[in-house]
């Protein structure tokens, strides 16, 4: 992609009151899933939540995203640290990506370091289906840390 990307953010219902305060820091440093922007100029065009289990609300927003220009859907970080990470996740990604035709990225802040190291406990994350998953967001401990 060449020029200014326009991009979307689709959060987890379970953090719908958030203020995204992570997720425009790290889109503003280009940390965690947003370093594949170092280079670019990147224009937010939407951020809502999926709407709740099951993401009644991720057919309703792609299509608003695209409207307005979405070329990258980002599905935040809280997909993959809440208890227990989305379970819908393998559903919405080929969903947005069929149906709009745009890039999915999981993960918009660095993993901050508390939940890395609470999934980590619990084995969360041991199959490896999860490392694509999480591999936008595993920045170096020092930035996880200055998530937390």
Same mark, same amino acid.
């Given at each position: 992609?060449?020029?200014?990307?326009?991009?979307?953010?689709?959060?987890?219902?379970?953090?719908?009151?958030?203020?995204?305060?992570?997720?425009?820091?790290?889109?503003? !440093?280009?940390?965690?899933?947003?370093?594949?922007?170092?280079?670019?100029?990147?224009?937010?065009?939407?951020?809502?939540?999926?709407?709740?289990?099951?993401?009644? !609300?991720?057919?309703?927003?792609?299509?608003?995203?695209?409207?307005?220009?979405?070329?990258?859907?980002?599905?935040?970080?809280?997909?993959?640290?809440?208890?227990?990470?989305?379970?819908?996740?393998?559903?919405?990604?080929?969903?947005?990506?069929?149906?709009?035709?745009?890039?999915?990225?999981?993960?918009?802040?660095?993993?901050?370091?508390?939940?890395?190291?609470?999934?980590?406990?619990?084995?969360?994350?041991?199959?490896?289906?999860?490392?694509?998953?999480?591999?936008?967001?595993?920045?170096?401990?020092?930035?996880?840390?200055?998530? !937390?």
């Amino acid at each position: 992609m060449n020029g200014k990307v326009k991009l979307g953010i689709i959060i987890c219902d379970r953090y719908k009151s958030c203020a995204g305060g992570k997720c425009f820091r790290a889109l503003k !440093n280009r940390e965690g899933a947003f370093d594949i922007y170092a280079d670019q100029d990147v224009e937010l065009v939407g951020y809502t939540s999926c709407g709740g289990c099951p993401g009644g !609300n991720i057919e309703y927003a792609g299509e608003e995203m695209v409207k307005n220009g979405a070329e990258v859907i980002h599905l935040a970080t809280g997909f993959l640290v809440g208890y227990p990470p989305c379970p819908y996740l393998d559903t919405f990604i080929p969903f947005l990506e069929n149906r709009y035709k745009v890039k999915v990225v999981v993960g918009t802040h660095p993993i901050p370091t508390k939940y890395l190291d609470m999934h980590t406990k619990l084995g969360t994350w041991q199959d490896p289906c999860w490392q694509p998953l999480l591999a936008p967001t595993m920045a170096d401990e020092e930035i996880r840390l200055s998530y !937390n």
